[in-house]
């Protein structure tokens, strides 16, 4: 293992891989009226033969940007061995997210910090093959001061501090519970904005019958519309099963609070992004006024940095927790943020779908159960029917659970076939393609 920890990072490459979702409306929202699910997949060729796989995940028009970015920081990689960088996680984590002329870009937000995910990631995965095991196995059989190693606490100590985090990571206890069962998902595959009606429906019937019991509508545009979407819906998974809804960042704090009044009646859990995703006063404002109608806010997806995450939690803006695998920075960034989430008994319900994201934050939510939370109330993942048939080591969904991937790595390996025809624009599947 030493040996193979040993060997050096010899080349970083990274594509533009895009997926025409936008003309069937999947994936489609009050904001995101025609995304096209897309990634900058990220691969690392080790001196030994291993590869590690990566990516972070964007709608389209841009990605090209995040692909820059990501060759930018390609020159902080190579050359170095999987050993120097995880001997000093932290360190690494620091050199990639401070370098002194590129931070100007961030600090840690926007294009930059995605493309630092995207490395991240895939350096994640080349440890987790290395050791032989899924990523989540890694971090739960990791000694839990080489995992605290990994986390960046600059700017975060005022709430959590090393000594602390090591006090909040409990034993492994509940890993035979997971492999039995799996952890508890809801699907947003029934009610994107752009599905007519009849679609729902159909959509929501082979939800109901394949075992799905939590169901998110997608808000924010028409409010008749979210009236008439959310009554069918309601009346068709029944008063027990469990709704959501997601505005996307579609209102101002005072609109939030009176068009989700209105769709109270229809008993959602939370509202997700009712407003900008930076306004934490907001979302504490939109939170108090809620709060009397048992409706929680939920938001995270477009959640910048540990930094923010922070500030949710201290002004009591957020009641669910929506952690991102390819917005914040990577594994070292979300275990900050899964940590301080249970010091403020705030639930963590990842946000998944796009490409490739319920594939690596399943791993990040086992871990958070087996060795932080030890808790199912009012926690589930996020699950998008989409793409999955492009992975090598797709998502295992039984029973509206995920089931803990076996493979080594972090699941994000594309099919290389894939990887050629979606290549944006050279691939098949674009050039022939008006867009
Ligand atoms: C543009 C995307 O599909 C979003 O609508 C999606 O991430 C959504 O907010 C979600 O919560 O799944
Ligand atoms: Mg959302």
């Not at 595959?189 to 509508?217: I, M």
């Amino acid at each position: 293992l030493l040996d193979k920890m040993l060997h050096k990072i010899i080349n970083l490459t990274v594509r533009d891989v895009r997926f025409p979702t936008s003309l069937d409306q999947h994936g489609s929202d009050a904001m995101h009226t025609d995304p096209d699910y897309s990634a900058a997949y990220v691969v690392l060729d080790t001196d030994s033969g291993l590869t590690g796989f990566g990516l972070t995940f964007t709608l389209g028009k841009g990605t090209e940007i995040v692909v820059c970015a990501v060759e930018a920081l390609a020159r902080l990689v190579v050359g170095k061995c999987l050993q120097e960088i995880v001997s000093d996680f932290r360190g690494f984590y620091r050199l990639l997210t401070s370098d002194s002329q590129m931070r100007w870009l961030g600090p840690e937000k926007g294009v930059i910090h995605l493309a630092t995910a995207a490395v991240l990631n895939a350096v994640w995965d080349l440890w987790a093959r290395t050791e032989g095991k899924p990523l989540w196995k890694l971090l739960v059989d990791m000694e839990p001061k080489q995992l605290v190693s990994c986390i960046d606490f600059r700017y975060i100590t005022d709430v959590l501090t090393e000594e602390e985090a090591l006090d909040l990571l409990v034993k492994a206890q509940e890993e035979d519970q997971m492999q039995k069962e799996g952890y508890p998902a809801y699907t947003t595959s029934c009610a994107w904005l752009g599905y007519p009606d009849e679609q729902l429906k159909q959509l929501c019937t082979d939800a109901l019958k394949s075992g799905w019991t939590r169901f998110k509508v997608k808000v924010g545009a028409d409010l008749e519309d979210d009236v008439r979407r959310c009554r069918i819906i309601r009346q068709m998974i029944g008063p027990d099963n469990t709704l959501m809804i997601d505005a996307n960042q579609r209102w101002d704090v005072a609109e939030a609070i009176s068009w989700v009044s209105k769709l109270a009646e229809f008993r959602p859990l939370w509202i997700e992004e009712p407003t900008s995703p930076d306004d934490i006063l907001g979302h504490a404002a939109i939170s108090k006024a809620l709060a009397p109608l048992g409706i929680g806010v939920a938001t995270g997806e477009q959640c910048q940095n540990r930094v923010m995450f922070k500030q949710f939690l201290q002004a009591s803006a957020l009641q669910f927790v929506q952690i991102d695998s390819c917005r914040l920075g990577s594994v070292n960034e979300n275990l900050a943020v899964l940590l301080m989430a249970h010091k403020f008994n705030v639930p963590v319900c990842p946000h998944a779908g796009g490409v490739g994201l319920c594939e690596l934050v399943q791993h990040l939510i086992l871990f958070d159960y087996i060795c932080v939370s030890a808790d199912l109330r009012n926690r589930m993942c996020e699950y998008v029917d989409h793409l999955h048939e492009h992975f090598t080591c797709p998502v295992v969904i039984q029973d509206a659970h995920y089931m803990p991937p076996k493979d080594p790595g972090y699941s994000c390996e594309m099919l290389e076939s894939t990887v050629q025809r979606h290549q944006y624009p050279e691939g098949n599947v674009w050039k022939n393609m008006k867009k």
